[in-house]
């Protein structure tokens, strides 16, 4: 059996700005919990490493939905946020900025 068919042998390929890919082993049990398929257990690993460099405010919820493969669409990042209980990356200065915005907006 060769590399892209064993269950420990999983391919990241992210691409975004430049595309890198990315291999990686791990226990043939830890991959079966990905899925069954090659295409499965990278789309997989795509979405927990989106995931969690959003969880850790590294990325944009656009680029952790362009990187988890739902695409790059606002509405569907957040979609794949909410459904993975990633909790919304908002913070004060975000809330005063939008604030200003509108305020900016509503007297046009």
């Known amino acids: 059996m060769g590399r892209a068919h064993d269950a420990?042998?999983?391919?990241?390929?992210?691409?975004?700005?430049?595309c890198m890919s990315l291999s990686i082993?791990?226990?043939?049990?830890?991959?079966?919990?990905?899925g069954s398929s090659p295409q499965e257990r990278e789309q997989r690993a795509?979405?927990?490493i989106a995931l969690e460099l959003y969880r850790q405010g590294k990325?944009?919820?656009r680029v952790m939905g362009e990187v988890a493969g739902v695409g790059s669409d606002y509405w569907a990042?957040?979609?794949?946020?909410?459904?993975?209980?990633?909790?919304?990356?908002y913070s004060a200065e975000d809330l005063e900025a939008d604030r200003e915005t509108a305020e900016r907006l509503l007297k046009r």
């Open 8 to 18: 420990r042998y999983v391919l990241v390929q992210v691409c975004y700005a430049a």
């Open 59 to 61: 990325i944009s919820l």
């Open 46 to 48: 795509r979405e927990a």
């Open 77 to 89: 990042a957040e979609n794949f946020r909410v459904q993975h209980k990633a909790p919304l990356n």
């Open 25 to 34: 082993s791990i226990p043939d049990d830890v991959a079966a919990m990905l």
